[in-house]
Structures are given as structure tokens and as C-alpha cells.
């Protein structure tokens, strides 16, 4: 079955400063999409990025970007300038459609602070 | 303006009052799902659809129902619900063609009593 892991329970960062959020993800699929998605204090799920796996190319959006690293079944996001706004807890997420069924698998998340 | 819709958004109920949450989107999406996040367990998929009539289980089916009976409506059920079913719930739908994009609800604050 499909895993998602987010090491980093909770992060901080300064304000104005580059933070790094991990995930790994665990799959035998060669074709998937992987998402990070930013909660705030409201509990709306918002989607900050996606990425399909068949492009090479790290998705950007913004201030927002991934390294997405697929033989090692990584993708990390790099927030740049943090912002007090970006206070929140990230998931990461990975999509599957194993089966002819789709899924999507949550990692647990990671709290991240913005001091001022 | 495109949004998914879910009711109540709180509900205080007790063991084995049988309750329905609604949920609704006005995207004319196929894929529609439920969630439930916990506390240091992320969000954990309980059923989705990817159609009309048609509803699979996700992680965590376990005293829940669904029923799709029309595109945009996505409703479950807690048949007899308990205390382990506290939660937050979240409703979410997507296209599935491109996939992806999955547009979520506001969530429901359930508590069982």
C-alpha cells in the first residue's frame, strides 16, 4: 500500500526566511501526481502545488516550490520570503489509481510557525 | 462561485443517534470523497465515488455508509454512530479528467457523546 511520511511533526521559520518541509512517499507505480496541501487556523484545506511524476521539471507556484526527487521518492517544499500568512499545517499528499481505484493518501502533517 | 458545501458544520450528538452529513459541489465534478483527520493521524480517506451509483471504500469504512445518487450531492451516513467517530470530517470532489485538483469542503465538527 501506498505511504506518506512527513519526518517533521512541526517547523519554524523566520519570517522573510526559506523554510523546507520533507516528504517521502512509498509506491510501485511509475505514473502518479503528489500534492502539498496548507491548512490554516480556519481548517480549510487549501493546495498549494502539485506535481506529476512524468515531468521533470520541479513545480513552482509563486514563492512556493518542490523538489521533487522520483528515484528517491522525495518531494519536499521550499517556501521562499515566509510570509505570517503561511503559518499553518502542511500535508503532503500522493494520489494513487492502483486497481482502477483512486485514492488519495495524506502524510500526517507538519505544523509550521512564522516568528515575526 | 465554485465550492463544495457541507452540513452541519457542527454537530454534538450521542451514541447510536443515527445522522446525516451533507455535502454538495457545483462543479459537475465525478470524483467526490470523504475524509476524516485526527490529531497526529493526517486525513484518512473513508469513501469516495467516482460516479453516479458508484461509491468504494477508502482506509476507513468501518461504520460509515455513502450513497451518490445524483452527480452533485455526496452524502454520509452514520448509521449508529460512537465516540471513536469524534472527528472532523471534510468532503472533497475533483474531475477526473485532468486529475488532481481536489476542491474540499469546510469540514464538519463532529462529536459523539
Known amino acids: 500500500a501506498q505511504t506518506v511520511t512527513q519526518s517533521q511533526p512541526e517547523m519554524s521559520v523566520q519570517e522573510a526566511e526559506t523554510v523546507t518541509l520533507s516528504c517521502t512517499y512509498d509506491?510501485?507505480?511509475?505514473?502518479?501526481?503528489l500534492f502539498w496541501y496548507k491548512q490554516p487556523p480556519s481548517r480549510q484545506m487549501i493546495l498549494v502545488i502539485r506535481?506529476?511524476?512524468?515531468?521533470?521539471q520541479n513545480a513552482t507556484e509563486n514563492r512556493f516550490s518542490v523538489n521533487f526527487q522520483k528515484a528517491a521518492k522525495s518531494f519536499s517544499l521550499k517556501i521562499s520570503d515566509s510570509q505570517l500568512g503561511d503559518a499553518a499545517m502542511y500535508f503532503c499528499?500522493?494520489?494513487?489509481?492502483?486497481?482502477?481505484?483512486?485514492?488519495?493518501?495524506f502524510g500526517k502533517g507538519t505544523k509550521l510557525t512564522v516568528n515575526p | 462561485e465554485a465550492q463544495v458545501t457541507q452540513n452541519p458544520r457542527y454537530l454534538i450528538t450521542v451514541t447510536g443517534k443515527k445522522l446525516t452529513v451533507t455535502c454538495s459541489q457545483n462543479?459537475?465534478?465525478?470524483?467526490m470523497s470523504w475524509y476524516r483527520q485526527d490529531p497526529g493521524l493526517g486525513l484518512r480517506q473513508i469513501y469516495y465515488?467516482?460516479?453516479?451509483?458508484?461509491?468504494d471504500k477508502g482506509d476507513v469504512p468501518e461504520g460509515y455508509k455513502v450513497s451518490r445518487k445524483e452527480k452533485r450531492n455526496f452524502p454520509l451516513i452514520l448509521e449508529s454512530p460512537s465516540p471513536n467517530q469524534t472527528s472532523l470530517y471534510f468532503c472533497?470532489?475533483?474531475?477526473?479528467?485532468?486529475?488532481?485538483?481536489?476542491?474540499f469542503g469546510p469540514g464538519t465538527r463532529l462529536l459523539v457523546l
Open positions: 472533497a470532489s475533483s474531475p477526473l479528467e485532468p486529475w488532481g485538483t481536489q476542491y
Open positions: 509506491t510501485s507505480e511509475s505514473d502518479y501526481y
Open positions: 506535481q506529476e511524476a512524468y515531468k521533470q
Open positions: 499528499a500522493y494520489r494513487t489509481d492502483q486497481g482502477g481505484s483512486e485514492k488519495l493518501v
Open positions: 462543479m459537475n465534478h465525478e470524483y
Open positions: 465515488s467516482m460516479n453516479v451509483e458508484v461509491t
